[in-house]
């Protein structure tokens, strides 16, 4: 058997320490704690579905041979023949059905029920089976089989040792109720000898594969919890060297990253992209009166309503620095641009964020510029951010609390700035 798979595993981290101390346990224990047991349980019992799909094939392989075997050394006049073909037949039908049931994923939760059912209808028959025939060789063939039967619980199957145990205790107990059918006695001798060293050579691998498998099991716990740890330190360290310590949202080195990406998809596709430049008005004369801590907390409340304007999935709100702030809009147009523009102007003045008058402002604002631009080879993603700079510094130069847009089409025509390829 495989050792049992390692996605079906307990919670998390709290399970860790006692994990651990399980596995320092020598040897390792036959049962989990209730926490930790289903979900070893849950594991063998998807390894031993998949073992039993690859590999019972085999079962009926060596079936087929010593039913071969048996029909070699069975006198065809042999009054034992029908017996025989009886149970020959029903085991055979027994493995397919297994062989079918492992199949069919809907039956995977009663795997251990329809194996154990299985497993018993054939030990009944090879156990009993000896009893209706007379030819020596083919008793020997029987008590053969009786080996193989009873060492395929054991391995084959996935079974728990104590079940696989109950199973071949439960066939041999009918020996005698079969005994008062059969038409010759029972070798009590011989079955008691083989059927129990059979049966000890059987517990004793089993219990050693179940041992193994558990100590695997929790040392694949370890291994997935501590990667899962080590998984989520380096998710939460990206999303940290993503993010404005202050405010929280995107910051410079991420918007500079997903400009680059959205430039160049826009640039692929022919399509528009929008960026918006956003300066807090008067913010040096709030930030001193009423100190860096307001400041600070301005500036947080301010980046989140930012922040909410950026909704589409390709949209992304940032940081630029001190108390600017930018928006990307992909695939945006220039109207679409500027509705948005007017629209977080009116946000952040409903917002009414200032604590109080300060030199005649009585009302935190904004101010914006945006520029709009489809990408081509004659003009660089440098045009667009200084386009929308220098926009930025008209809507403050206008009376500050507004938008403004530059075209960077006519800036390049009137050569008010040049691109560098």
């Known amino acids: 058997m495989e050792t049992p798979n390692k996605g079906s595993s307990p919670s998390q981290e709290n399970d860790l320490s006692e994990i651990k101390l399980l596995l320092q346990k020598d040897p390792v224990r036959y049962r989990f704690p209730d926490n930790l047991e289903k979900f070893f349980l849950a594991a063998v019992r998807k ?62 939760k009663y795997y251990f029920g329809y194996i154990s059912l299985v497993a018993f209808a054939g030990l009944i028959n090879v156990i009993n089976f000896p009893m ?108 940290l060297s993503r993010q404005d310590k202050l405010t929280g949202i995107a910051n410079r080195g991420h918007f500079d990253r997903v400009l680059e990406q959205e430039w160049s998809r826009c640039n692929r596709s022919s399509s528009a992209l929008s960026l918006l430049f956003i300066d807090v008005d008067h913010f040096k004369k709030y930030n001193d009166h009423y100190g860096h801590q307001a400041g600070d907390e301005t500036l947080t409340s301010i980046a989140q309503l930012v922040d909410e304007q950026a909704k589409r999935p390709g949209d992304l709100a940032a940081r630029y620095g001190g108390e600017e702030f930018v928006i990307i809009f992909p695939q945006t147009s220039d109207d679409t641009a500027d509705l948005l523009a007017e629209r977080l102007i009116e946000t952040v003045y409903d917002a009414n964020l200032s604590r109080g008058d300060v030199g005649g402002v009585d009302r935190i604002t904004v101010s914006i510029g945006i520029a709009t631009v489809t990408p081509t080879q004659k003009i660089t993603l440098k045009d667009l951010i200084k386009c929308a700079d220098l926009a930025l510094y008209k809507a403050k130069f206008n009376g500050r609390n507004r938008c403004e847009r530059l075209s960077l089409k006519e800036q390049l025509e009137h050569g008010l700035f040049n691109s560098t390829p």
């Open 47 to 108: 390894d031993a579905i998949s073992f039993f799909r690859a590999n019972g094939h085999m079962v009926l392989v060596i079936f087929v041979f010593l039913v071969a075997l048996e029909a070699t050394l069975l006198n065809s006049t042999s009054q034992d023949i029908h017996y025989w073909v009886i149970s020959a037949s029903a085991i055979g039908i027994a493995i397919i059905t297994a062989l079918i049931c492992a199949r069919i994923s809907a039956l995977d």
């Open 132 to 239: 209706f025939v007379t030819e020596h060789e083919v008793v020997l063939t029987g008590y053969f089989s009786i080996f193989y039967t009873v060492m395929a619980v054991y391995t084959f199957s996935g079974l728990h040792f104590s079940t696989a145990l109950l199973i071949n205790l439960a066939a041999a107990a009918t020996i005698p109720v079969v005994q008062l059918f059969a038409p010759y006695p029972a070798d009590y001798f011989m079955l008691s000898h083989s059927f129990i060293g059979i049966n000890a050579m059987g517990l004793i691998l089993n219990m050693l594969s179940e041992r193994q498998r558990r100590r695997n099991y929790l040392q694949h716990q370890i291994i997935r919890i501590e990667k899962n740890r080590a998984d989520s330190l380096a998710r939460m360290m990206e999303a």
